[in-house]
T-cell receptor, first 112, second 113 residues
Framework: EDQVTQSPEALRLQEGESSSLNCSYTVSGLRGLFWYRQDPGKGPEFLFTLYSAGEEKEKERLKATLTKKESFLHITAPKPEDSATYLCAVPPRGGSQGNLIFGKGTKLSVKP | DTAVSQTPKYLVTQMGNDKSIKCEQNLGHDTMYWYKQDSKKFLKIMFSYNNKELIINETVPNRFSPKSPDKAHLNLHINSLELGDSAVYFC????????????FGQGTRLTVV
């Protein structure tokens, strides 16, 4: 069964304390891995798409990397405004485009 | 302009009622979706739809039905609402071509009492 598992469930950091979030997946023939950010009371906001092992993408303090079994979202010197839930998702094998399997997310809290 | 917009943002209703949630996208996308986010914040696909094909997640009760008057709109009708239907419902859209990302609306929080 296609599956996405994220860890940790929750992460508390001090401002400036770098860390990484993990997303492991079990789906054959990966057709992209998506990272989203979700703020309370809002819809998921797209961050990155990664397609192949070794690929990296960056946006401000965030960098996403991909291997054959997992993806990492590295957060460098986070600020309080980076606090959110970060979701990882993959299209299921044979699924229609945009039909995504989501992980349960990592809730990140950054304290000043 | 909001890319994917849903109305209403909040919906409180009694068990047994029938309700609808509207969704519109102005991105020119071909494919639209409905997702459900439960109390544990777990986001699951309910439907994906383009002008050719409706794909229904087999776990979705048939009390739920998507209706698309045109390519830019996908409404969600729910009949005979149950307490367990309480959740946040998100509409999303994508180009439907290649491995493209989906863009989400702000969500509709449905509470069934």
């Amino acid at each position: 069964e296609d599956q996405v598992t994220q860890s940790p469930e929750a992460l508390r950091l001090q401002e400036g304390e770098s860390s990484s979030l993990n997303c492991s997946y079990t789906v054959s023939g990966l057709r992209g891995l998506f990272w989203y950010r979700q703020d309370p009371g809002k819809g998921p906001e797209f961050l990155f798409t990664l397609y192949s092992a070794g690929e990296e993408k960056e946006k401000e303090r965030l960098k996403a990397t991909l291997t054959k079994k997992e993806s990492f979202l590295h957060i460098t010197a986070p600020k309080p405004e980076d606090s959110a839930t970060y979701l990882c998702a993959v299209p299921p094998r044979g699924g229609s485009q945009g039909n995504l399997i989501f992980g349960k997310g990592t809730k990140l809290s950054v304290k000043p | 302009d909001t890319a994917v917009s849903q109305t209403p943002k909040y919906l409180v209703t009694q068990m047994g009622n029938d309700k609808s949630i509207k969704c519109e996208q102005n991105l020119g996308h071909d494919t639209m979706y409905w997702y459900k986010q439960d109390s544990k914040k777990f986001l699951k696909i309910m439907f994906s739809y383009n002008n050719k094909e409706l794909i229904i997640n087999e776990t979705v009760p048939n009390r739920f039905s998507p209706k698309s008057p045109d390519k830019a709109h996908l409404n969600l009708h729910i009949n005979s609402l149950e307490l367990g239907d309480s959740a946040v419902y998100f509409c999303a859209s994508s180009t439907g071509q290649g491995n493209t990302e989906a863009f989400f609306g702000q969500g509709t929080r449905l509470t069934v009492v």
